[in-house]
């Protein structure tokens, strides 16, 4: 078996040219499934050998059996969960990179609070009710995608009032943590049974990063509520003597995940949010399990795979790497599910 009878293929959108291209550099052939108005977009990149249009994303089942007959490999990233759900994507039936069974973990925040804490990663106070409140807090409705949905209450007072605006939908009440957003790009390599930091990136989240463009007199006067849709995502390294600590935390988190989940816990990229206080503590608020999209800003590779690599080393790059890896020691079906 050689690497090139197998395609890669992804969702046209969130990381999909990182994650083509990394594919063609790694000798793969490369295949994007993607709604009919973008086809154009991605006929510009000379990387993706074949384009596969569909109206909607619901729609992708429906290629299964042509891109199974294909010997495609997926590689699912933030829009698989985000348009397909969970559940579509559990009984897909393609080659999948990745833990399936992670997904249930990533998707409820009682599972994915069970999991840091036994990785024994900090996390911001969260509470069962208003009372005994350090404020401010963040609420966050369940279900709510890319930070809409959410609100800070300054009191008990701002907090009743708000929070008639989620309805019957569930919640969850933690103390907003002032410090700086660091979000790390991990990957742990099954195969080689080493863990890397690939890259790190900070979120510009519009209207929370644009509120410090107002003078405070006019915010107080206007309330503007922030919201936290990510637009894009801006380079940040870390000071290096923070740096073992990040190190530390992933190890915990993959050791965890092989106790909590199963066997094989948490492969290949995933990401952990963290702010980071002035006294210089990690809190982490969330924990991705798969690709992210602040690892475009490194389809070059970033400081940190420079340390590992002497090639230019994205994430996508290192995930076609993986599975190169694995056909070559005959160990697909390990990185596979
Ligand atoms: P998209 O493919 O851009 O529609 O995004 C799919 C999912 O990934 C959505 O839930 C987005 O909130 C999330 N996402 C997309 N781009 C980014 C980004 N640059 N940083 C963080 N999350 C993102
Ligand atoms: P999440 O959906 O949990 O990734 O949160 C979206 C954004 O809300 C994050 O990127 C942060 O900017 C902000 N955020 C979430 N939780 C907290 C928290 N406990 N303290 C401060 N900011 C937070």
Known sequence: MTKTQYAIVTLGSHSALQILRGAKDEGFKTLVVTLRNREEFYKRFKFIDQIETIDSFAEFPQLEKKLIKQKTILIPHGSFVAYLGIEKNKTMK????????????????????????????????????????????????????????????KNS??????VKSIGKKKYVIQRYITGATLYIHYFYSPITEKLEIMSMDRRYETNADGLGRIPAWIQQEVEIQPSYVVIGNSNLVLRESMLPE????????????????NQRGIFGPFCLETIITPEMKFYAIEISARIVAGTNLFTHGSAYSWLNYDEPMSTGRRIAREIKMAIKKNKLKEILD
């Open 94 to 153: 393609v080659d999948y990179f990745g833990n399936k069974k992670v997904l249930d973990w990533e998707e409820d925040r009682n599972k994915q609070t069970q999991w840091l804490k036994t990785a024994d990663i900090r996390m911001p106070e969260q509470y069962k009710s208003i009372k005994g409140a350090k404020f401010p807090v963040i609420v966050k409705s369940f279900g709510a995608a890319g930070g809409t949905g959410y609100f800070l209450a």
């Open 246 to 261: 990040a190190y530390e935390m992933r190890e915990r988190i993959v050791a965890a995940s092989k106790k909590l989940i």
């Open 157 to 162: 007072r701002d907090f009743n009032q708000k």
